[in-house]
């Protein structure tokens, strides 16, 4: 059998929460969606979310802190698998075409740029390697970008107008909320003006900002802030097997598929840090060597192995 591409398997997970929160926003046994889920007294809420209230109300409240905390552990456990996995932005800007702004010559620099960050140093592989070991420490540094500018906005906004401005753009909520208007719609008869201006909204974000997770997601940015500390789950390069480090050869498969831009053999080089990971293997998928893995808890640094051999 065929194995699935995870970009076929993101889709499917993703298509399959949204049916789940469909299915539960008129059963009994609904258990919210990406904003707010949970069962009875056990609830996650968006940490987003959960730090715009807290700055509008100026309220503590112990469940929902609790509630934080947890999500902070799965981010330090899982790392950004949420971005890619259930987020449905990607998914969303796979399957609708888009207006890509600033296209021609400044995408061809971008693409020259890449290519350049992935020449190998020498047509030695030893020396490939030994290069690329030689800065491990700051490969997974948060390294600020536009997407924590939103972030302080976002918050700074909830705190001046006394309630979570951006969840009304928020992509992920209006996508739910679309759900759920469109099945009132239908199977109510619920007519009003949210009907059209929820989804225009999210469909204009999906056409037109296409940069949206790498550019303007502040939840990206605050996932981001904890996800350095992840260390299950992260790409794995194998330079015995790899075409640039046991050959030399100039092979940016892994590089020009990342949606993050990390060069996952030298992340310390890379435009993002490493912890901007979102597990999404587009890089395992497009290696020729099949050289890229993603094991729970690596036993080591691969390259270090290869160099004391």
Known sequence: MKKLKARTLRTIVTFAVLILAAIGYF????????????WD?????????????????????PRAFLSFVLVIV???????????????????????????????????????????????????????VEEVSDKPAGAHRVRFDSRFGVLIGALASAAIFGFPVFCLICPVGLTFA???????LFAF????????????????????????????????????????ANRTLRP???????????????CFA?????PEHIDVRRPELSEAAAANCTKCRECADACPAHAITFPVLAKGDEVNEDKDK
């Open 254 to 258: 892994c590089s020009k598929v990342c």
């Open 41 to 61: 007294a056990f609830s996650v809420l968006c940490p987003l979310g959960y730090l715009e209230s807290l700055v509008a109300a100026k309220t503590f409240v």
């Open 74 to 128: 799965l981010i330090v456990l899982l790392g950004r698998v949420l971005c890619a996995w259930i987020c449905p932005m990607p998914t969303l800007q796979r399957l609708i075409p888009g207006v890509k702004l600033g296209r021609g010559r400044k995408a061809a620099k971008a693409v020259a740029a890449s290519d350049e960050l992935a020449k190998p140093i020498g047509t030695d592989a030893a020396s490939v």
């Open 189 to 228: 008869g619920d007519v009003t003006w949210a009907v059209v201006a929820v989804p225009l909204v999210l469909l204009v974000e999906v056409v037109f900002l296409r940069k949206w997770c790498g550019k303007f997601c502040p939840l990206g940015a605050l996932i981001s802030l904890v996800s350095g």
């Open 236 to 250: 794995h390069v194998n330079n015995a097997t790899c075409l640039f480090s046991s050959k030399g050869t100039k």
């Open 178 to 184: 679309t759900v759920l208007l469109v099945m009132r």
């Open 27 to 38: 059963t009994a046994f609904g258990l919210g969606n990406l904003s707010a889920f949970g």
